[in-house]
């Protein structure tokens, strides 16, 4: 191991050396024109400001020193020594730090003191002092505190897309890529992970001081470090070293999760250097778990961030969570690759770093664990969430324009993390596995340790196919929507005669997305016979199918590989029990509730129907968490509360019922978890009551802590008349001091008291209260829930007026999440109007806010339209 650290660490010198560190291979410049006038500042980091920056410097390298005290609310100093040559010195340079002026202390620039000019979240470098060469910027400085995540224990820098600026004074561009030093002291009894390897540790009575190895030449959002109180749990597999420094407690979580966590970790390694014939790439590979870590990972090089929840399962967990576990690693893992290794030369193309991590990691996820069905974990996994923003009228395309890097979180959703792997998976079919491999092998080595585009990727898999990806390209990655498809099926004397498909826009434009899938002839006894249907034209005529016995009815995109609105043969409903294939029957059930939220050929209450006679028969586990969740939604969301009240009795009854016959002890949970979702009747609360105070799980389901805590919010949403008081009690039950503090911030939320719920709401104005994401959240969808409608309708006009502020302040996930937490259990056609009111209200209010409201929405707009 050490061989290979020192052969890392020469070959950086030596790249450094040469100036090839810090630009992709097509911003690299030997020599360059003066600026005519010297670039605008303005806050973020605005494209212009990116390109001139990416013209005139290379050799960036980064020295760090910060000095964390034992108290979160005492600020952290700093220093940092900023390296970079400059091809043009004649114009200004531009450091990006998004704090306050009376941050910066004092700056050099080439050893001599200079007068510190920060306007517009930038510290302003003077043509005098700078040179054309090598340059060095001394600055002394207050850390910035957003981004830092700050606890009493512990803290951990989450920096993507822009926030690095918000830490301290950078380049903060992907296509700047530098090499960071980090020196920290901080309090003798922490722990610390970085990007680099420690160097050295010095211990005094008050603090430690740790000095890390410059790290892997990397962009600015992938510096990362976690410091604070963790246990480090050390790891060799297949001959490589891995850390891990983790807050949890739970033994049997720690007992049954450490082996699965380091060796899925090891596997994915071993896979993704066998497909992109390229070695591990970076210096070291260790990983850290976070309580309530605002994503479910983050790819920092050499110090991976998890969410602790979905590493850590316990022994009621399900092969869904244990999947689900697996493809986050394999998410992460591919990263390293697909991102940090060659990175997007601007957010703009974002989604490419995350569509190969999801790709690749389902692939993993296939070969790497036992009993996983890859096919089926796609359908669920991506369909319902890409076609939950796809439909709406907010749908935004996979690659979208960006203008300024303060804008850049916007850019996340479902689109690039569940539609584009849908898109990639029908390019792979297109164009054949191995030379859609090939070409990705090609892309990788060609534009190593730089930055590359979507069109540079595009070229090179356009040379390894005779299709015209360029065309192909334009619809599927540069617009949004989809197609809606429907059938012609004619019949002589019990034969089919003729069969075409049709598809149109959704939104009723001319486009055509050309794409393969399948169409399922289903027959009585249940033989099928299934056709390939390449829909490269608006009208397409299934010739195979001519002369074949008439089908009982037809399943279209039985393999669930296609993208659309499929249509639904009548038979469909009551043949759903003859599709012995599990994929084919997710297909169905996807296709059913597409077709009803589109008000075609089926009802909501039609729908439900069907699902509580589907439910009984469905033995696998993905399907069943699938059904249960659309069953879930229908009857929150598209029941009026009378026609809910009336029908929650006998549904009860089905689903206690379904989960007593059903022998699998995950189906048991997920049906139990469904089950304490709809639970309106006393009868039903009362059981669920008891479960909770005596802690007795069903028969057959294996309840937890986490389960138990779960069960206890939802009857105190249901304001259950316990003597003693059900939320108090559950605290005194949990004892991980992180996940009690959870606890303690979601009380006020549920309390039974309109005032102090109200009160809870208005504190969410106030940032430093929103500083746990992930707890903000989870107490909105609480505040917000269908059985507090009518108290909490009104928090909405203030909900959407914090909007812009919290896309300012949050995280990139935290806008999206805000308003689906808000608006995403309401079906009155008031709160519909109060959406429609706020967007009359602000006709130039930011587009890629505008379409996330109209996302989170889409839920609402359709329940006024269903429900009339």
């Avoid at 224990?153 to 301290?168: E, G, M, N, S």
């Avoid at 074949?548 to 009551?574: C, E, H, M, R, W």
């Avoid at 669920?688 to 939802?714: C, F, H, M, R, S």
Wanted: charged share 20%; glycine share 4%; proline share 6%.
């Amino acid at each position: 191991m050490k061989l290979q650290y020192t052969t890392s660490v020469r070959t950086s010198a030596l790249l450094l050396a040469l100036g090839l560190l810090s630009c992709s291979k097509k911003l690299m410049v030997s020599d360059a024109a003066p600026s005519a006038t010297p670039v605008a500042v303005v806050p973020g980091v605005s494209q212009q400001l990116a390109e001139d920056r990416a013209r005139r410097l290379s050799r960036l390298g980064y020295d760090l020193q910060l000095f964390v005290p034992s108290r979160k609310d005492q600020p952290i100093a700093a220093t940092e020594t900023v390296r970079f040559h400059l091809t043009d010195a004649s114009q200004p340079v531009q450091l990006d730090f998004k704090e306050q002026a009376d941050h910066l202390k004092s700056l050099k620039v080439n050893g001599k003191p200079v007068t510190i000019d920060f306007r517009q979240e930038h510290l302003v470098l003077p043509p005098q002092s700078l040179k054309t060469g090598p340059n060095e910027v001394q600055i002394e400085f207050t850390a910035g505190n957003q981004s830092l995540n700050r606890n009493e224990d512990f803290l951990y820098t989450l920096l993507v897309p822009d926030r690095a600026r918000t830490v301290f004074p950078v380049f903060d561009q992907p296509n700047l890529k530098a090499s960071f030093q980090l020196t920290l002291t901080m309090p003798p009894e922490w722990q610390a992970l970085a990007n680099g390897p420690l160097l050295d540790s010095t211990t005094t009575a008050t603090s430690k001081t740790l000095r890390f190895a410059p790290s892997d030449t990397i962009s600015t959002y992938l510096f990362s470090f976690a410091a604070g109180k963790f246990t480090r749990v050390s790891r060799t597999l297949g001959g490589r070293d891995m850390q891990f420094l983790h807050r949890e407690t739970d033994q049997d979580k720690l007992r049954l999760s450490l082996d699965p966590i380091f060796q899925i970790h090891a596997d994915a390694l071993k896979f993704l250097e066998a497909y992109t014939a390229i070695p591990y790439p970076f210096r070291k590979f260790d990983f850290v778990a976070l309580p309530d870590f605002q994503y479910g990972g983050m790819e920092h090089v050499g110090a991976i961030d998890y969410k602790a929840s979905t590493l850590f399962l316990d022994e009621g967990a399900t092969q869904d969570q244990k999947i689900s576990r697996s493809n986050l690693i394999a998410h992460e893992t591919a990263h390293m690759w697909f991102g940090d290794l060659v990175t997007m030369q601007w957010f703009n193309d974002v989604w490419m770093k995350e569509v190969f991590a999801n790709f690749m990691a389902d692939k993993i996820t296939q070969v790497a664990v036992a009993n996983s069905n890859y096919d089926l974990k796609f359908v669920i996994d991506h369909y319902p969430a890409a076609y939950g923003v796809d439909r709406t009228t907010g749908a935004n395309p996979i690659r979208q324009e960006l203008d300024n890097l303060k804008d850049a979180g916007s850019l996340y959703g479902n689109i690039i993390y569940h539609k584009a792997p849908i898109m990639m998976r029908q390019l792979e079919r297109l164009m054949g596995e191995e030379p859609f491999r090939l070409g990705l092998q090609e892309y990788l080595k060609k534009y190593s340790f730089g930055n590359a585009t979507w069109p540079d990727l595009i070229q090179i898999l356009d040379a390894r196919t005779p299709a015209d990806l360029q065309a192909w390209n334009q619809v599927w990655v540069n617009q949004p929507g989809r197609p809606i498809f429907d059938y012609d099926l004619k019949t002589s004397n019990g034969k089919i005669a003729s069969l075409q498909l049709t598809q149109q826009a959704e939104d009723k434009s001319d486009r055509l997305w050309p794409q393969l899938f399948e169409v399922l002839l289903v027959y009585p006894g249940g033989q099928v016979k299934e056709l390939t249907v390449n829909m490269n034209q608006r009208q397409v005529a299934l010739s195979q199918a001519e002369g074949d016995a008439a089908p009982a009815f037809i399943l279209f995109n039985s393999t669930g590989l296609g993208y659309g609105v499929f249509p639904l043969d009548k038979q469909l409903t009551t043949g759903l029990a003859q599709l012995q294939n599990p994929v084919a029957r997710a297909s169905a059930y996807v296709n059913l509730y597409e077709n009803m939220l589109n008000g075609r050929s089926i009802a909501p209450r039609q729908l439900l129907e069907v699902y509580r006679q589907a439910l009984p028969k469905e033995k696998e586990e993905l399907n069943i968490k699938l059904l249960t969740g659309q069953l879930t939604d229908i009857y929150w969301k598209l029941l009026k509360p009378a026609e809910r009240l009336a029908l929650a009795p006998t549904l009860e009854k089905e689903l206690w019922q379904t989960m007593q016959q059903n022998p699998a002890a995950n189906s048991k949970k997920l049906l139990f978890k469904a089950y304490q979702s709809l639970a309106l009747s006393k009868e039903a609360q009362t059981r669920l009551y008891q479960i909770w105070d005596k802690q007795q799980a069903p028969t057959g389901v294996k309840l937890t802590e986490d389960d138990y805590t779960a069960l206890a919010l939802a009857l105190a949403v249901r304001d259950y008349p316990a003597a003693t008081p059900i939320l108090p009690k559950q605290l005194t039950r949990i004892q991980n001091p992180d996940r009690k503090k959870r606890m303690e911030f979601l009380m006020p939320a549920l309390s039974p008291d309109v005032q102090t719920r109200d009160t809870f709401f208005a504190s969410l104005s106030d940032e430093k209260n929103r500083e746990k994401e992930a707890w903000v959240t989870a107490a909105l969808a609480y505040l917000h829930h269908p059985l507090r409608a009518a108290t909490s309708e009104k928090y909405l006009p203030q909900s959407l007026a914090l909007l812009e502020e919290i896309q300012q302040t949050g995280d990139i996930f935290f806008p999206a999440s805000w308003l689906q937490a808000t608006l995403g259990s309401y079906q009155t056609p008031t709160a519909a109007r109060t959406v429609r009111d706020f967007l009359a209200a602000h006709p130039n209010y930011n587009p890629k806010l505008r379409a996330k409201l109209l996302q989170a929405a889409d839920d609402v707009f359709r329940a006024e339209k269903l429900m009339m």
